[in-house]
């Protein structure tokens, strides 16, 4: 079965730091998710591609963290520089069209000291 | 108001029951909704879909749908320890994008 692929899957790094999150979506998955969340709660859409395109980065701290899906395909999310509140599990998710749920990868879980 | 709500649990039944999970949302205008089910530390994993009123089947699976009361169930029947987890009501909005509730923790007893 199609996987979404996301590395690395554990990752701990220091406050002030950088930080970088890839994704490689299902093949032919043309919308791109990054989602957040925190323990206890939901995730959170970060943003979303559409191809190479940002289609919605509307909660996106955009003066820390950056993402980018520069061919269309595969994807970076990157945090810079990092704080103790980003401390949470980052997931990337892909979907075929509007019809369909979204398949999630198995994420990366972000600590923060 | 939160746009989709859960209560978060947890939700203790005993095996072989039936668990019944809730969800209200709040945008009138959404048309698809989801049940994913995540374990501790693992990512969500899609377990229903439905979008019409009314319900849809799958295994022991049941999805509810009622547009009018903006309300989406997930019935569990014949409740086993492996489906304790969290279960994450979401709701397809703007731009296409799910929007989750905080979840529902399930817990089933032997």
């Known amino acids: 079965e199609a996987e979404v692929a996301q590395s690395p899957r554990y990752k701990i790094t220091e406050k002030s730091q950088a930080v970088a999150f890839w994704c490689d979506p299902i093949?032919?998955?043309?919308?791109l998710y990054w989602y957040r969340q925190i323990l206890g709660q939901g995730p959170e859409l970060l943003v979303q591609?559409?191809?190479?395109?940002?289609?919605?980065d509307s909660q996106l701290p955009k003066d820390r963290f950056s993402a980018e899906r520069l061919k269309g395909v595969d994807s970076t999310l990157k945090i810079q520089p990092a704080e103790l509140g980003d401390s949470a599990m980052y997931l990337c998710?892909?979907?075929?069209?509007?019809?369909?749920?979204?398949?999630f990868g198995s994420g990366t879980r972000l600590t923060v000291v | 108001q939160k746009e989709v709500e859960q209560n978060s649990g947890p939700l203790s039944v005993p095996e072989g029951a039936i668990a019944s999970l809730n969800c209200t949302y709040s945008?009138?205008?959404?048309?698809?909704f989801f049940w994913y089910r995540q374990y501790s530390g693992k990512s969500p994993e899609l377990i229903m879909s439905?979008?019409?009123?009314g319900d849809k089947e799958d295994g022991r699976f049941t999805a509810q749908l009622n547009k009018a009361s903006q309300y989406v169930s997930l019935l569990i029947r014949d409740s086993q320890p492996s489906d304790s987890a969290t279960y994450l009501c979401?709701?397809?909005?703007?731009?296409?994008?799910?929007?989750f509730g905080a979840g529902t923790r399930l817990a089933v007893h032997p």
């Open positions: 979401a709701v397809k909005g703007g731009y296409n994008k799910l929007i």
């Open positions: 998710a892909s979907s075929l069209s509007q019809d369909y749920g979204y398949t």
């Open positions: 439905i979008y019409s009123n």
């Open positions: 591609f559409q191809d190479e395109s940002v289609v919605d």
């Open positions: 093949s032919g998955h043309a919308t």
């Open positions: 945008d009138r205008g959404s048309q698809s």
